[in-house]
């Protein structure tokens, strides 16, 4: 199970055609006749398709609508790309010819990218944007370098410790739409099974680590959490029950070829009544509510996944300044835009994460849907522990480790001999 992510370049020139971010956005269309300055800015994202990319768009065309650039999609611009834009970009960076600015999660991918000596710090946009005192103070930490400078800037908030079911599907099997415990989950996706639909959808690649980290948390709860990443605990009998729960939990998941199978495309099995469950980051809930425009609480239901009731599992996409852009005045003037009240809306009514900015107008609330809301306020209430899946919580190096463990309990299902694996990956 090659866990991969894919991604793509989006060149982004001062003045030029506007056809693909035609109809996205408020302000563009007012002000597309604005002058820009010369030059190109090229961004590198992985956000490539459906309810993903709409976050994307509506961000860029925020920043179309306040110039001083005018955007236009186009794709991977390298021949080369077409190897594979994520590989691409490490062959780029690689190379010293960087994109201006590209994706990255906050945390230790963010610093790891630092000290391997991509990108540029943003001390001084911090200070102009007064964003030290308008960011998070949980997430402040996982923005800085291991030098203590700022190295990224979050366009929102995502919580990936969701549960998300077809409601019609678990009223016809008697099952639970908030289950409190792993448990209570399995004894519900039984339910569900026998009344004919699939238990649980799950996608391939990291989808599975995915499953398995909130798995995880929910075993060993928030302090054992941040101790497994401290190294300490993974030969406890928490984690053996955690992993005996996910084995249990797979079982009674789609069978199909899962290295076939998107996030997008499980969570479309529930939404489509061929299964009752998905756990799944709140991407999931664009998708549901903006692609497939079904409603909150009807056409589909959501809860914290099991066991993690009162934890927010995050992780926040954030776009850097590639340490050598050729056009840093334009990057800059993105980044700008990135952690701008204005862009911070705009993508996260999009893209089902919420704003990292934490002075939102109060009016600002009408923008959100019921989902957003709930998790606005689970934010604010809840306790914050990072994400290993989206990059906040382990070296690279070492969430590559645990995907090779993974792959292979995959494909045996054996519980200690994947708890052997977890232990050595944790000793480096
Ligand atoms: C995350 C990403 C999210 C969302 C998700 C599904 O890692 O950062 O914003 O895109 O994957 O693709």
């Not at 065309?61 to 994520?86: E, H, I, T, V």
Request: proline share 6%; with cysteine; charged share 20%.
């Amino acid at each position: 199970m090659p866990i991969t992510r894919r991604g793509l370049l989006l060149g982004v020139p001062a003045v030029g055609a506007l056809t693909a971010l035609a109809g996205y956005g408020r302000a563009g269309a007012a002000r597309a006749s604005a002058p820009g300055p010369s030059g190109q800015l090229e961004l590198y994202s992985w956000w490539t398709e459906g309810a993903d990319q709409n976050g994307l768009l509506a961000l860029l065309a925020d920043f179309k609508g306040r110039a001083p650039l005018l955007a236009c999609y186009n794709g991977a611009r390298s021949s080369r790309a077409a190897a594979g834009p994520q590989a691409e970009l490490e062959r780029r960076l690689a190379a010293g010819d960087p994109p201006d600015s590209f994706q990255c999660h906050a945390g230790a991918e963010l610093a790891g990218r630092a000290t391997a000596g991509r990108l540029a710090p943003l001390d001084q946009l911090y200070r102009q944007q007064g964003w030290a005192e308008r960011f998070p103070a949980e997430l402040l930490p996982r923005l800085r370098g291991e030098d203590g400078g700022y190295y990224g800037v979050p366009v929102g908030i995502h919580r990936t410790n969701m549960l998300w079911s077809n409601p019609a599907v678990l009223s016809r099997a008697g099952a639970d739409p908030a289950p409190r415990t792993v448990a209570e989950l399995l004894d519900s996706a039984r339910r569900v099974a026998r009344s004919g639909p699939v238990g649980l959808a799950v996608g391939g690649s990291w989808s599975c680590r995915h499953l398995w980290e909130t798995v995880l948390l929910a075993g060993v709860g928030p302090q054992g959490w941040d101790a497994l990443w401290r190294g300490t605990g993974w030969d406890s009998a928490a984690v053996a029950a955690a992993l005996r729960d996910l084995r249990d939990l797979l079982a009674l998941s789609n069978p199909a070829d899962r290295s076939m199978t998107g996030w997008e495309d499980a969570t479309a099995l529930v939404a489509s009544g061929q299964a009752g469950y998905q756990v799944m980051g709140d991407w999931a809930e664009a998708y549901l509510r903006g692609t497939l425009a079904l409603r909150p609480r009807v056409g589909y239901d959501w809860a914290a996944a099991p066991g993690t009731d009162g934890v927010f599992q995050y992780m926040s996409d954030t776009f850097t300044l590639a340490a050598g852009a050729r056009h840093r005045e334009a990057a800059l003037a993105w980044l700008a835009e990135c952690g701008s009240l204005d862009g911070q809306l705009a993508f996260n009514g999009a893209k089902g994460a919420i704003p990292a900015r934490t002075d939102l107008p109060p009016q600002a609330l009408a923008l959100f849907g019921p989902y957003a809301r709930w998790s606005l306020d689970q934010w604010r209430d809840g306790v914050a522990v990072g994400s290993l899946t989206h990059g906040v919580v382990a070296s690279a190096a070492w969430g590559a480790r645990i995907d090779a463990a993974l792959t292979v309990f995959l494909a045996d299902r054996d519980v200690p001999r994947f708890q052997d694996a977890l232990v050595r990956a944790a000793g480096g």
